[in-house]
T-cell receptor, first 114, second 114 residues
Framework: SAVISQKPSRDICQRGTSLTIQCQVD?????MFWYRQQPGQSLTLIAT?????????ESGFVIDKFPISRPNLTFSTLTVSNMSPEDSSIYLC???????????FGPGTRLLVL | AQKITQTQPGMFVQEKEAVTLDCTYD???????LFWYKQPSSGEMIFLIY??????QNATEGRYSLNFQKARKSANLVISASQLGDSAMYFC???????????FGGGTRVLVKP
């Protein structure tokens, strides 16, 4: 399994500001994903982070609100832009290795927007 | 479109007893993967077990086993000899083979009583 780290682990932010979340993996992976988990809810896929190209967003999520970068095979960032209290959630990155079908998750970033 | 249903929002189980968590799914794909994840109060998502749609044997991982009934489109998780540390949210998920996307059920909260 992967060793996946996320920074920050938690944050409290003011509305209207932006936060960038980092996801680092200990070895090269083929796929990286970003999920959101709103309070008391299940996980929802935000986007697939593509290495060297624009991320692939799911319905209901747009690049202006959730810009994503993946400059190499072990690192990705998710920015939550112009935050509102509705963005208060746990944000999780996940990775998938070549030849496997299992996604492994990072520890998550707990975000509270006031 | 895929859909994952977990009908049990919460369950109590006595320590050392077995518990079965229900999961049904709906897909028109012939090839897919089914997963169970555990989410403790810390928020991390821990991979437990995987079942491929073409696997004839039910998957087992230690105290976890997956009761896969393809015709009924169910993939129930059985936890044997429950421990206090098993108290957590449990999510069933299905993966589209082509897109690598995971779709999650609503989750079941398990509380193990001493």
């Amino acid at each position: 399994s992967a060793v996946i780290s996320q920074k920050p682990s938690r944050d409290i932010c003011q509305r209207g500001t932006s936060l960038t979340i980092q996801c680092q993996v200990d070895s090269q992976v083929t796929m990286m994903f970003w999920y959101r988990q709103q309070p008391g809810q299940s996980l929802t896929l935000i986007a697939t982070a593509n290495q060297g190209s624009e991320a692939t967003y799911e319905s209901g999520f747009v690049i202006d609100k959730f810009p994503i970068s993946r400059p190499n095979l072990t690192f990705s960032t998710l920015t939550v832009s112009n935050m509102s209290p509705e963005d208060s959630s746990i944000y999780l990155c996940s990775v998938e290795y070549r030849g496997t079908e299992t996604q492994y998750f990072g520890p998550g970033t707990r975000l509270l927007v006031l | 479109a895929q859909k994952i249903t977990q009908t049990q929002p919460g369950m109590f189980v006595q320590e050392k007893e077995a518990v079965t968590l229900d999961c049904t799914y709906d897909t028109s794909d012939q090839s897919y993967g089914l997963f169970w994840y555990k989410q403790p109060s810390s928020g991390e998502m821990i991979f437990l077990i995987y079942q491929g749609s073409y696997d004839e044997q039910n998957a087992t991982e230690g105290r976890y086993s997956l009761n896969f009934q393809k015709a009924r489109k169910s993939a129930n998780l059985v936890i044997s000899a429950s421990q206090l540390g098993d108290s957590a949210m449990y999510f069933c998920a299905m993966r589209e083979v082509v897109s690598n996307k995971l779709t999650f059920g609503g989750g079941t909260r398990v509380l193990v009583k001493p």
